[in-house]
């Protein structure tokens, strides 16, 4: 039975298709050169073959079936690749001998390096290894039994380091478990209270709280969320990138150069506030620092009713009446709104606050107002797609106020005017009712916004404002006084109309400036006096073109005029005739007059007296 692997290549059963290099290369390997090969040496060979056949085939029966060929070729290509494995192995390990060996060497010999693989060569400088001799010494039983003691003084000596640190880690450990729970109370309780809390965007890893609103413009949105970070004991601060701190809008009322009401700031305490607490303010900031940017923006386009923002500050001025708009001098009276911060900020209070705070609530009901305009624009279908940049709007914030602050001067300076005007006709003799003034709102409230107060006083606060002074001069004669004033055009402004009702008719006089009407009001006072003498007085007449009483004359006599003189805080009679000089009868003011007596009584007096 022949050897099972056959350790030489397979042999060509084709030679008729070997080409010729390669039958000149088997001869040179089998016989050397062609030089020995003769037809004598050739013809020898194949007669000793033929006397001694040798039988290559196999005595196994079964070795014929295809199935066992298949199965005795697996297992030879199986030998054959394990032997293979074993070459390259044994190849490995003796080059890698030889690279130890040659890369010792060349700590003496430096040219054995030229046995080194490229690789080693490039990695490996010459001479990295190095050898020496050592005479081994046999070691007593002291120094033994002190080489123990040594290794066991430091195994006890490490384990001892060991438990330290292990210790160390478990203390560490667990002053981080408490931090972990703390941080994760305080986020939960925040939740639980309603604030919506939510991984960080471009930190996967860091969980924040979102705090803004829906409908802030573009430059407030991405404010509105700001990360949870801990500090060193656990507690969590919020990380509000680079915001200037909490700040607040404060609104002060200012009155020849002094400042009398001034709103309510709210303040940080000192640093025990609650995390609720802190989101919270920075909540309020962020809407503040809103309404502050929005009425900036809207104060540049209101440079005609005196508006500017001077010094971080957006100045309204209130003028009485009378005064009219100058840009060269400083209002006696205005409304300066700011942005301050709440943190370290001086802080004056005043008891009259009122005003100011009402002022402050209006402006941030009219932002939340711009808020719900916003959120029904974006609930309809979207405008086409157009090249033209979409611009931002200024919404209305200051206009309202502005319209409702001119709206109660007019009104109030025209009640305080007729109250005057009032008194001193009491004080010369005339009965006349105090004024009494009734402030509507006309609007019509949209159906989207009923069923919410806020809202619809919003509205209404945007709407055409209207007030009613209504007041007589005399028992006959009722005046109504109605101020109305409108934001859109044509008006942009206040007009006022006055409704008299003498002798069960009414007529009307339009004004369209509280000066105007306030002059007229004053004419009106004064034929009111000048009536009310001459009615009283037999035989007298009036000139109403100058509000004078011509008292009857004869023959003896000359023509004897009284004239009525009204102004805001004087009321004055005054006696002229055809050739002498003014006599003043009576003389009435605010603070009293110098007679006791009525205005018909001294015209009575000096008749009596020249008769």
Known sequence: MSFPIALQPLVNSHVEQASLQDLVRRINEERGAFRNVTEDKLKDEIAKDAL???????????????????????????????????????????????????????????????????????????????????????????????????????????????ADKLLGA????????????????????????????????????????????????????????????????????????????????????????????????????????????????????????????????????????????????????????????????????????????????????????????????????????????????????????????LSTPTYEILQPIINYLNHTNCSSSLVKTIAATQKLLRLSGLSSSPPQTRFTLDSVMPESFRGSEAFSLVEYLKAPLKSVISFRWSETKQYEIVIESHLSAPVFGSIFELRSTPDSKTSSINFHSAVDLEQHLLTLAQKAVADHIATSIPGSTIDRSTASILLASSTEQPARRVEVTLQHNRLGLTRRDGSSSAQVLGLWTIKGSSSSKTAVELVQKMIDEET
């Not at 295809?66 to 293979?84: C, D, G, H, T």
């Not at 100011?356 to 107002?369: E, G, H, Q, S, W």
């Open 52 to 162: 001694n056949p040798v039988d290559d085939t196999i005595d196994v029966e079964e070795e014929d079936a295809p199935q066992n060929l298949e199965k005795r070729r697996k297992e030879v290509f199986a030998a054959r690749n394990e032997m293979l494995q074993f070459i390259g192995q044994a190849q490995n390990e003796a080059l890698t001998a030889l690279d130890f060996v040659s890369l010792l060497l060349t700590k003496e010999v430096p040219r054995a390096d030229s046995s080194l693989s490229p690789f080693l060569k490039t990695t490996v400088p010459k001479g990295t290894l190095d050898f020496d001799r050592s005479d081994v010494s046999r070691a007593t039983k002291i120094q033994d039994d002190t080489a123990k003691a040594a290794a066991a003084g430091w195994s006890l000596s490490s384990l001892n380091a060991s």
């Open 170 to 389: 478990a203390q560490r450990l667990e002053k981080e478990m408490e931090k972990e729970t703390k941080y994760w109370d305080q986020i939960l309780s925040v939740s639980e209270k309603g604030w919506s809390t939510r991984r960080m965007p471009r930190e996967p890893h860091t969980v924040g709280v979102w705090f803004g609103f829906a409908e802030a413009g573009s430059l407030f949105t991405a404010r509105g969320l700001a990360a949870f970070r801990p500090n060193a004991s656990g507690d969590i601060m919020l990380d509000q990138g680079l915001s200037a701190g909490a700040r607040t809008i404060r609104v002060q009322i200012v009155e020849d150069g002094q400042v009398v009401p001034m709103s309510k700031l709210a303040m940080l305490s000192s640093g025990d506030e609650d995390l609720e607490e802190v989101i919270r303010h920075a909540r309020d900031s962020l809407f503040d620092e809103e309404l502050f940017h929005e009425m900036t923006r809207e104060a540049r386009t209101l440079a005609s009713w005196g508006v500017a923002v001077r010094n971080d500050a957006i100045r309204i001025p209130i003028y009485k009446l009378g005064k009219a708009f100058n840009p060269d001098s400083s209002p006696k009276h205005e409304v300066v709104i700011e942005l301050v911060s709440t943190v370290h900020h001086d802080i004056s209070i005043n008891a009259d606050i009122r005003r100011a705070d009402v002022i402050v609530l209006a402006l941030r009901l009219l932002l939340v107002n711009v808020y719900q305009h916003r959120f029904q624009k974006r609930s309809q279908p979207p405008r086409p797609l157009t090249d033209q940049p």
